[in-house]
């Protein structure tokens, strides 16, 4: 939405269903003062040397979710189905939880014999995206409090810069074996691998399939950096990307219905 000169740079996300979409990021973190390779961004009560080029460098990712799942077992939804008259939640040892018995999802497009347990009124979610090119890094200071000792140094300000910012949309297929975090860590590594960026999506969908997911899986990635803007906010790091160890959230198959 870049041509709305109110709103610039801003992602609508409406969601019906359980396919989700989640917002990665590839951050630079700087603890305390700004490398060489960033201008330093001026802000009130900025006591650091911004002259150092020293304190150690994180490569990180972030993860936001931007959908949130409609299924029968979700307070939200399960309130709302069982606020309607014979509406009902079925839960079973041996599946997952059913809207009316039948259908393990709460809201969908279709599925109009589930009605009105099965809602057709989708969800909005807006966010604002990081431009297309790199941009200054922003501090950030923590809130953490260090009580009334006089003597105890304040916290230091971390200067984050946003080196890579995706969009991923895909079917709950995908994380019946892999958590967001998990899904955002890997897209994340495989860019950082230069890993063409159309081969990612199967890249996904080849490793949930190894991870046990039994599901359907659909895959759209959506880069908000270009392949240009990348290489050179990759060039400006001093580190390597870090990713955390994970494991599969172990969702049982809901087979589609």
Partial sequence: NNKNDNHPNTLIVANIGDSRALMGRIL????????????????????????SSTTPESIVTQTIVLTRDHTPDDPEEQHRIES??????????????????VWAMSRALGDGDGRPYISSVPEFTTITVSPPHMAPPVAVRSTTTTGNNPETPPSPTRYVSILNEFILLATDGLFESMTNEHVVDLVATLEWQGTPRTEIPRALIQAALALGSTDNITVVLVWIRSPTAWSQAKASCQSTLQVRNHHPPGNKDDDGF
Avoid: A, H, I, W
Wanted: charged share 20%.
């Fill in 28 to 51: 630079k973190v700087n603890n305390g003062t700004t490398t060489t390779n960033d201008p330093t961004p001026q802000t009130q009560n900025d006591d650091t040397d911004s002259s």
């Fill in 84 to 101: 309607l008259p014979g509406g009902k939640v079925v839960f079973s040892r041996m599946d997952v939880p059913r809207t009316q018995g």
